[in-house]
């Protein structure tokens, strides 16, 4: 436990929906629970600290929720673990203006604050590196027919496709874009972080890249931890280790905080530093972790057959 208290661990399943997110939030409040790890998605994320928890001075800490506002708004309770999109955007900017800037790239979005955020965070940063789109679209969550973009795509002699959104989604897009013929490659952000990816696409997911931190299941310290995981019959890929380091991040603070109060708490993360299975854990006066910045993976087939991204070079 924590200061001599045990930890009761309560769970809400937001399905990625603003509104039940918010529901789940006040659940929470109302069965008195203190500190938050969560949520996924910003676009649930965000109304759920705009309507609950900052008001009721609840510590928050998401491990995966990136668009910039979650930290912007200014509520002292909350933090993150992982890194921003104006961030992550730059890097990948950065790298289809470096690496592809001949190629014919379409921008495509999911609608959401998070895909839409960083696809348009990724636009700005390529343009300003001087490599215009062909393409910029939307499509909505749950789509499952691409043919019409792919089509699109086509005409306009796309090679590289930038998507902003989850796997679900990206794993339709690649596996219809290479029965339709479609030869392109799909780049994205961290939303992709996830062996599902490579059971949607099958074999057309080779090649594919995406942004995000630094893999702390490749970290010799995390060795032990990990294969704790696997013994139970789980694989901590993407969010999983930055959700345990959100953990780790409250016990710590609220040992040098001497109290569970909430609100003690969360001044204590903001004066001090942590040790987690991210390495040394340290925040910015907005909630933002100090963190290595983002880097470029490839999803590549692994020694046992099966498809996963590795860090590039």
């Not at 990625?16 to 998605?41: I, L, M, R, T, W």
Request: charged residues 20%; glycine residues 12%.
């Amino acid at each position: 436990g924590i200061n001599g208290e045990q930890i009761k661990i309560a769970v809400g399943d937001d399905v990625s929906e603003p509104k039940q997110g918010v529901s789940v939030a006040n659940k929470f409040f109302s069965d008195g629970v203190k500190f938050v790890v969560g949520h996924f998605n910003s676009g649930v994320t965000i109304p759920a600290i705009e309507q609950v928890y900052g008001e009721n001075g609840m510590m928050v800490i998401t491990p995966a929720a990136t668009n910039p506002k979650v930290t912007d708004m200014g509520v002292a309770t909350v933090f993150r673990t992982c890194g921003r999109d104006d961030q992550q955007g730059k890097v990948a900017g950065a790298y289809l203006a470096e690496k592809f800037k001949d190629a014919k790239i379409a921008i495509v979005h999911d609608k959401t604050p998070y895909g839409q955020g960083l696809a348009d965070e990724t636009k700005k940063a390529m343009n300003a590196a001087g490599v215009n789109e062909v393409m910029y679209e939307g499509v909505n969550i749950g789509d499952k027919d691409f043919s019409a973009l792919i089509g699109k795509m086509k005409e306009a002699g796309v090679s590289i496709i930038y998507w902003g959104g989850l796997h679900t989604e990206a794993g339709l897009i690649i596996r219809q874009s290479a029965d339709q013929g479609l030869k392109a490659t799909l780049v994205s952000g961290d939303g992709i972080v996830s062996n599902e990816l490579a059971s949607i696409a099958g074999d057309a997911v080779a090649g594919t890249l995406n942004t995000f931190g630094p893999d702390p299941t490749l970290n010799p310290d995390n060795k032990e931890i990990v294969e704790k995981f696997k013994a139970a019959g789980f694989n901590p890929e993407a969010y999983t280790l930055y959700s345990y380091a959100a953990v780790q991040v409250i016990a710590e603070a609220a040992k040098a905080a001497g109290s569970t109060d909430s609100v003690e708490v969360a001044k204590a993360a903001h004066a001090g530093t942590f040790k987690t299975v991210l390495g040394e854990m340290s925040f910015d006066e907005k909630g933002d972790p100090k963190l290595p910045g983002y880097i470029m993976y490839e999803w590549v087939k692994g020694d046992d057959g099966k498809y996963t991204y590795k860090p590039q070079g």
